[in-house]
C-alpha cells in the first residue's frame, strides 16, 4: 500500500532553515506528482509546492525564492527546503502523492490522494 513518511520538522528562529523529507513506498514514484502542503488549526490547507513527474516546479506565491521542492527517483524520497523562515510558516507540513500522473501537479489539496502524517514546524519570532 502507499505509505508516506514525513520528517525533518522542528522549531526555529526567524531566518532559520528547515530541510523536511517524505519517505515513499508503494507506487512507482518516479511517475507521480508529489506536493507539500500546510495546515495551521482553523484554517484551509494550503498547497506550499509541487513537482510533477518531469522535474516541474509550482510554488505558493508566499514562498517562492525561499523555498525549493526536489525530489530523488532513486531513493523514493521528496524533499522541502526552506529557507528564510517567517512565523507564518509555522504549521503542520504533509507530503502528498498523486501516483501515475503525466504533466502539471497543480497544488490543490483535493487532487492529490495519499497523504503522509504531517511533521509539525514551529517559527519563533
Known amino acids: 500500500q502507499v505509505q508516506l513518511v514525513e520528517s525533518g520538522g522542528g522549531s526555529v528562529q526567524a531566518g532559520g532553515s528547515l530541510r523536511l523529507s517524505c519517505a515513499a513506498s508503494g507506487y512507482t514514484f518516479r511517475r507521480a506528482c508529489m506536493g507539500w502542503f500546510r495546515q495551521v488549526p482553523g484554517k484551509e490547507r494550503e498547497g506550499v509546492a509541487s513537482?510533477?513527474?518531469?522535474?516541474?516546479?509550482d510554488y505558493a506565491d508566499s514562498v517562492k525564492g525561499r523555498f525549493t521542492i526536489s525530489r530523488d527517483n532513486t531513493k523514493n524520497i521528496l524533499f522541502l527546503q526552506m529557507y528564510s523562515l517567517k512565523p507564518e510558516d509555522t504549521g503542520m507540513y504533509y507530503c502528498?502523492?498523486?501516483?501515475?500522473?503525466?504533466?502539471?501537479?497543480?497544488?490543490?489539496?483535493?487532487?492529490?490522494?495519499?497523504w503522509g502524517q504531517g511533521t509539525q514546524v514551529t517559527v519563533s519570532s
Open positions: 513537482i510533477d513527474a518531469g522535474g516541474y516546479t
Open positions: 502528498a502523492s498523486i501516483p501515475e500522473t503525466i504533466g502539471f501537479c497543480g497544488r490543490r489539496p483535493g487532487t492529490f490522494g495519499y
